[in-house]
């Protein structure tokens, strides 16, 4: 029996909100996929797998995308398990979140420590497994070092001839990295842990944003989900 009167405004308002939430859905994924590009290179020299955040970002889009479209079809077709299904979903998914973004927030500056552990680490064992990633990232940067071009120094190799990487100049050619760090005009002299630190944080703008977006949608979601249940219900009784 379709619903009739407020019943079926109730009905229309969790259908509006579940395509809403569909869309930040599909955003987050597209955001997710954004980040990862972001944090390039580095990831290879990481000793933490920094590519997890902007998996877990893909993932969460993905879900919520899943679930709102669950939402959907649980709201036109008026199906109460479905819809109770769905509030269920929207629950878990709340708390997940909450404890996610308390975790990331507790460890954000152990995060930050390992990230330019991780960098000077690679610096002190160039050239090696990670020396294209590390090229790679000076270059797409523009930057030279963890905190800024001496850190160069804590390389034996370079040391000896004061030397930085070719991947360090600004316009970058064999050779012209030697005596880098006693003449630095035409190097790079700020450090790649800065820089990325400064992505990362412009790649959690949005994604922060769009949480909190997110967030009044899936509560405001699970109220109208939990009044259409009430309302079928009562409906199917009377």
């Known amino acids: 029996m379709a619903l009739q009167g407020s019943s079926n405004i109730v009905k229309i ?27 390039g290179a580095y990831v290879e ?33 008026e199906n109460k398990c479905m819809l109770i299904c769905f509030f269920a979903f929207l629950l878990l998914l709340l708390i997940l979140e909450i404890v996610g973004g308390a975790l990331a927030y507790n460890n954000k500056d152990k995060i930050e420590n390992r990230l330019d552990k991780d960098i000077l680490k690679a610096i002190e064992n160039y050239p090696g497994k990670n020396e ?16 800024n071009y001496t850190d160069w120094q804590s390389n034996i190799k370079m040391k000896n001839s ?3 990487p ?5 316009s970058e ?29 412009k790649s959690l703008k949005p994604i922060g944003g ?6 009044v949608i899936q509560l405001l979601g699970m109220v109208f989900a939990l009044l259409l249940i009430c ?3 009562s409906e199917t009784m009377a």
Request: with cysteine; proline share 2%.
């Open 132 to 147: 294209k990633s590390i090229n790679d990232m000076q270059t797409k940067f523009k930057c030279c070092g963890a905190d």
């Open 166 to 170: 070719d991947s360090c100049c600004k």
């Open 162 to 164: 004061s030397s930085v």
């Open 210 to 215: 769009l949480a909190i977006a997110v967030l």
């Open 45 to 77: 020299i990481a000793s933490v797998n920094y590519a997890t955040g902007p998996r877990v970002v893909i993932a969460v889009g993905f879900i919520i995308a899943l679930v709102a479209f669950l939402g959907c079809c649980g709201a036109w077709k």
């Open 173 to 201: 050619k064999a050779g012209c990295g030697v005596g880098g760090v006693k003449d630095p005009k035409d190097i790079y002299t700020k450090g790649c842990f800065t820089i990325i630190k400064g992505e990362i944080e």
């Open 13 to 39: 308002l969790v259908i509006i909100f579940n395509f809403i939430f569909f869309l930040f859905g599909l955003i987050l994924f597209g955001v997710g996929i954004w980040a990862s590009t972001k944090l």
């Open 231 to 233: 309302r079928i219900k």
